[in-house]
């Protein structure tokens, strides 16, 4: 079982810059690949960037290529997502989730994650 705790969301203005953090229980975390996912209300749960297990390799969804990255810290065990020029549009609960994934590949996939954590709000204000 692995347990995935996010940190970081609140609320920031238009333009403005978030980072949001993933801390994971599991001690093989270099095995993890690792996934940012987001959900406005009404909507369904959508891929924003993961990172392979090695942060050799990360992908994009095209709503925040150029303004999102995602990083990885295996020593800490923990992934980042990193938001700059925020839109009002980026406003959703935001979800890390993990896979054992040996390969190089991002996986954007949601239904190949086998573990998520609870959630963190991002709120963007014009």
């Known amino acids: 079982q692995v347990l995935l705790v996010e940190s970081g969301g609140g609320l920031v203005q238009a333009g403005g810059s978030l980072t949001l953090s993933c801390a994971a229980s599991?001690?093989?975390?270099?095995?993890?690949?690792m996934g940012w996912f987001r959900q406005a209300p009404g909507k369904e749960r959508e891929f924003v960037g993961g990172i392979s297990r090695s942060g050799g390799s990360s992908g994009y969804a095209d709503s925040v290529q150029g303004r999102f990255t995602v990083s990885r810290d295996n020593a800490r065990k923990t992934v980042y997502l990193q938001m700059n020029s925020l839109k009002l549009e980026d406003t959703a609960v935001y979800y890390c989730?993990?896979?054992?994934?040996?390969?190089?590949?991002?996986?954007?996939?949601?239904?190949?994650?086998?573990?998520w954590g609870q959630g963190t709000q991002v709120t963007v204000s014009s």
């Open positions: 599991e001690r093989t975390f270099s095995s993890l690949a």
């Open positions: 989730a993990a896979r054992y994934d040996l390969s190089a590949r991002v996986v954007r996939d949601r239904s190949l994650y086998s573990y």
